[in-house]
Each structure stands twice: as structure tokens, then as C-alpha cells.
């Protein structure tokens, strides 16, 4: 059995005439930049999520680049966001010449925890409370980077009462988590802004490199559109501040509108795969299924289970492994422990619950089209491993 670990041949065969049909027209009227559909999309995913504004932009990077940048992050600036997430995450914040800190996850939810966010920014402002900061003198803490990981919302209830204590901004990285729902709400319109990433593999993906920031805010929306296009100002050819080539493709639009057409539904499919998972693999010993909290919705971007051990987990990557079944680590080293923070000055023991997960988790195919018989299979390897 061929079991891909994201299926997107499956998806471009149900819409397929509708994304040759939107690329054509593209083709048609030669807009290639800041065609029309750009605008479309961007109008169609911010009533999704519920925000009053959409930025399409190039990438999910460059969405939170454009979010940095529109909130004036510059060197001596603190940032504090979680380790346990893709890179880019706290690249951008040191691209800006800030200085990413680190606060540790919840062992359930893998995403920031507040308590111990609160407390670092305590630490930063002179508690002598046992956080850790980086090796970086005269820092001010100015915002918060929170990550929807692998689909889940973060707290944002309690890493907005944090925020609002200490007059901080806050990014949602919900580059994972576009379709995802907190306590009413929908992922992509918890922070002041909200960075989301159309790349392939991401639940809304296009053909290429993607993203979108969103938020409610007049002035931020009008200083993203600036940094989006080399600073531009109200006359085009008067830049009035520093910016990036960061816009979405014209061609990555049209695209997107034929799979947003159905993209509530896959939402609702991967809901029922993951489902599916918890029931088979309830009874597995020593392997925890990742769960969602109560009011919470995943949209599944990734479904990551922890094996006992990491030597549980080699035997159940071995096994999967011998029958073609790809189970990728998301993420084997946190970010406070990446060579290229190094001077940054954290060891091994900094974050221990995120050490402790890189250690242990791992991911199996997730996809709205995967079959139950797919997933029977996986899971009866996972019990004999
Ligand atoms: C994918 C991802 C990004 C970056 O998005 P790109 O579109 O690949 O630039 C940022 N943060 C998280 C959490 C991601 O998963």
C-alpha cells in the first residue's frame, strides 16, 4: 500500500477544471502582479476568518517579516515566542535585528505557555524568578510571537492577558492553523496581526510559495500594503520607508480560489481522519495521540503523536519506514538549540518540555483524502512496533 504523507494529487483531481479554468483567465488578462484576484482572495479569507483585513503576501515568512516590520521591530527589541516550531518563526525576529527569547510549551498542546511567558517577561524586566533570557544585554520586551502548532490554537485568552500587562503586540503565526477555531473564533484573527502561509503542504496551500497576513486595524493594514512594496508611499515613486518584494503571485491566487471553494469540507474531512487515528491508536502502549482541548478546534496540519521514548519512537519510525510510510519529526531540535542562534547563549535543558517532545514525537500522513483502511493499516505497524 502507497500511502503518501500529504495526498495533493487526490484534491487536484476534484478541482481541477475550476484551477485551469482560474489560471487560464490569468493568462487571459496578463495581470501577473496584483492582478485582480489578489484582492479577491484576500476579501474572501478575511471574511473566513473573521478580520476586517487580508494581505496577500509571498510567503508565510514574509507575512511575518511585513507584521515585524509594520510594528517598527528593530535591534535592542525582545520578542518572546515558543521553540518548539519551524524556523522561520524566529528567523524573521533576528532578519529584524531583534532578539528572539525563548518560552518553553504545554506538554498537551505543544504551544506556548503562558504562565511561563509571563514569567519571562517578569525576568526580563529584573524578577529574579529562574527563567531563563538570552545572553543579550538591555533588551525591551516588546511583543509576542505565539505559533498555532501543527493546526492547534494557542491560549490566546490567557497570551492576550499577558500581552495587555505588559503592553505588548501580538503575532499569530497561524501558518499551520488557518481553519482552526479558539473558543468561538476562528485561527487568523487572534493577534493584532495574523500570519498564515499558503505553502503546499500547509492545509490551504497553492502551487508555489503563499501567504496572508490578517488583522482589524486601519493603520496596520496601511503599513503592511507599504512594506509589502518597497515602502511605497502615496506616490509611487516616493518611498517613504524601507520595505520587501513581498506580494502574492497573481497566478498562487487563482489558484487558492479553487481550493477555497472547498476547503471547509476538507476541514470537516481532516476532522473525521483524525478521528479516526484517536480511536486506533487509543490502546497503543506508551504512545500518546495529541488531543484538543475543550472549545478548540484543529485543523490537523500535521497529526503528531509521542512514542514512550525515543527508542520507541526509532522502532516505530523503522517499521513504518520498511513499508514505505513516511513519519517526519516536527521538530527535532527547538529552536534555542539551532547553530544559528547559538550566541544566543541557551543550552540543552533551557526548554525541556519542548526537548523533551523533540524527543519523542513523530508524524504519520494526514490528509483529508486519507482512507480508514489507510489508517487501520498505519496504526496496526505503529501497535506491532
Ligand atoms: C510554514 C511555516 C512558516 C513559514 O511559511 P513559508 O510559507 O514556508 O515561508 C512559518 N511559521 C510556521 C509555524 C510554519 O509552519
Given at each position: 500500500m502507497n500511502i503518501p504523507f500529504i495526498d495533493l494529487k487526490k484534491q487536484f483531481s476534484r478541482i481541477e477544471k475550476q484551477v485551469r479554468g482560474n489560471m487560464d483567465?490569468?493568462?487571459?488578462?496578463?495581470?501577473?502582479?496584483?492582478?485582480?484576484?489578489?484582492?479577491?482572495?484576500?476579501g474572501r479569507l478575511a471574511e473566513y476568518c473573521g478580520t476586517k483585513h487580508g494581505l496577500g503576501c509571498?510567503?508565510?515568512?514574509?507575512?511575518?517579516?511585513?507584521?515585524?516590520?509594520?510594528?517598527?521591530?528593530?535591534?535592542?527589541?525582545?520578542?518572546?515566542t515558543t521553540p518548539f516550531t519551524f524556523f522561520a518563526t524566529a528567523e524573521t525576529i533576528a532578519l529584524m535585528g531583534a532578539t528572539p527569547i525563548f518560552v518553553d510549551i504545554d506538554p498537551v498542546t505543544f504551544n506556548i505557555d503562558p504562565e511561563k511567558l509571563d514569567k519571562t517577561i517578569e525576568a526580563l524586566k529584573g524578577a529574579d524568578n529562574g527563567m531563563v533570557?538570552?545572553?543579550v544585554e538591555g533588551l525591551t520586551a516588546r511583543g509576542i510571537i505565539s505559533v498555532d502548532i501543527?493546526?492547534?490554537p494557542a491560549d490566546y485568552e490567557a497570551i492576550k492577558a499577558v500581552a495587555d500587562k505588559h503592553d505588548l503586540f501580538l503575532i499569530e503565526d497561524a501558518a499551520q492553523s488557518f481553519g482552526g477555531e479558539y473558543k468561538g473564533k476562528r485561527a487568523c484573527s487572534l493577534g493584532d496581526i495574523t500570519c498564515t502561509s499558503f505553502f503546499p503542504a500547509k492545509p490551504l496551500g497553492c502551487y508555489g510559495d503563499g501567504g496572508m497576513c490578517f488583522t482589524d486595524d486601519d493603520k496596520l493594514i496601511e503599513r503592511l500594503r507599504s512594506h509589502r512594496i518597497h515602502g511605497m508611499g502615496p506616490d509611487r515613486?516616493?518611498?517613504?520607508?524601507?520595505?520587501?518584494?513581498?506580494?502574492?503571485?497573481?497566478?498562487?491566487?487563482?489558484?487558492?480560489?479553487?481550493?477555497?471553494?472547498?476547503?471547509?469540507?476538507?476541514?470537516?474531512?481532516?476532522?473525521?481522519?483524525?478521528?479516526?487515528?484517536?480511536?486506533?491508536l487509543a490502546d497503543v502502549e506508551g504512545l500518546t495521540?495529541?488531543?484538543?482541548?475543550?472549545?478548540?478546534?484543529?485543523?490537523?496540519?500535521?497529526?503528531?503523536?509521542?512514542?514512550?521514548?525515543?527508542?520507541?519512537?526509532?522502532?516505530?519510525?523503522?517499521?513504518?519506514?520498511?513499508?514505505?510510510?513516511?513519519?517526519?519529526i516536527y521538530y527535532p531540535?527547538?529552536?534555542?538549540?539551532?547553530?544559528?542562534?547559538?550566541?544566543?547563549?541557551?543550552?540543552?535543558?533551557d526548554c525541556p518540555v519542548s526537548e523533551d517532545a523533540a524527543s519523542r514525537i513523530f508524524a504519520i500522513p494526514m490528509h483529508p483524502y486519507l482512507e480508514r483502511e489507510q489508517q487501520e493499516y498505519i496504526a496496526e505497524i505503529i501497535k506491532k512496533a
Amino acid at each position: 500500500m502507497n500511502i503518501p504523507f500529504i495526498d495533493l494529487k487526490k484534491q487536484f483531481s476534484r478541482i481541477e477544471k475550476q484551477v485551469r479554468g482560474n489560471m487560464d483567465a490569468v493568462l487571459e488578462h496578463g495581470a501577473y502582479v496584483m492582478g485582480p484576484e489578489i484582492s479577491a482572495i484576500e476579501g474572501r479569507l478575511a471574511e473566513y476568518c473573521g478580520t476586517k483585513h487580508g494581505l496577500g503576501c509571498a510567503s508565510g515568512t514574509d507575512a511575518l517579516t511585513l507584521a515585524l516590520m509594520s510594528l517598527d521591530v528593530k535591534p535592542g527589541d525582545a520578542v518572546f515566542t515558543t521553540p518548539f516550531t519551524f524556523f522561520a518563526t524566529a528567523e524573521t525576529i533576528a532578519l529584524m535585528g531583534a532578539t528572539p527569547i525563548f518560552v518553553d510549551i504545554d506538554p498537551v498542546t505543544f504551544n506556548i505557555d503562558p504562565e511561563k511567558l509571563d514569567k519571562t517577561i517578569e525576568a526580563l524586566k529584573g524578577a529574579d524568578n529562574g527563567m531563563v533570557l538570552p545572553r543579550v544585554e538591555g533588551l525591551t520586551a516588546r511583543g509576542i510571537i505565539s505559533v498555532d502548532i501543527f493546526g492547534l490554537p494557542a491560549d490566546y485568552e490567557a497570551i492576550k492577558a499577558v500581552a495587555d500587562k505588559h503592553d505588548l503586540f501580538l503575532i499569530e503565526d497561524a501558518a499551520q492553523s488557518f481553519g482552526g477555531e479558539y473558543k468561538g473564533k476562528r485561527a487568523c484573527s487572534l493577534g493584532d496581526i495574523t500570519c498564515t502561509s499558503f505553502f503546499p503542504a500547509k492545509p490551504l496551500g497553492c502551487y508555489g510559495d503563499g501567504g496572508m497576513c490578517f488583522t482589524d486595524d486601519d493603520k496596520l493594514i496601511e503599513r503592511l500594503r507599504s512594506h509589502r512594496i518597497h515602502g511605497m508611499g502615496p506616490d509611487r515613486y516616493d518611498n517613504v520607508r524601507l520595505g520587501i518584494t513581498g506580494r502574492l503571485d497573481t497566478l498562487q491566487a487563482a489558484v487558492l480560489q479553487a481550493k477555497f471553494d472547498i476547503f471547509p469540507e476538507e476541514v470537516d474531512l481532516r476532522d473525521k481522519v483524525a478521528d479516526t487515528y484517536a480511536e486506533l491508536l487509543a490502546d497503543v502502549e506508551g504512545l500518546t495521540a495529541p488531543s484538543v482541548p475543550e472549545g478548540y478546534r484543529s485543523v490537523w496540519a500535521q497529526y503528531c503523536p509521542l512514542a514512550k521514548d525515543s527508542k520507541h519512537r526509532t522502532r516505530i519510525q523503522s517499521a513504518l519506514q520498511e513499508k514505505n510510510i513516511p513519519s517526519p519529526i516536527y521538530y527535532p531540535i527547538p529552536l534555542h538549540l539551532q547553530t544559528a542562534f547559538k550566541d544566543l547563549g541557551y543550552q540543552a535543558g533551557d526548554c525541556p518540555v519542548s526537548e523533551d517532545a523533540a524527543s519523542r514525537i513523530f508524524a504519520i500522513p494526514m490528509h483529508p483524502y486519507l482512507e480508514r483502511e489507510q489508517q487501520e493499516y498505519i496504526a496496526e505497524i505503529i501497535k506491532k512496533a
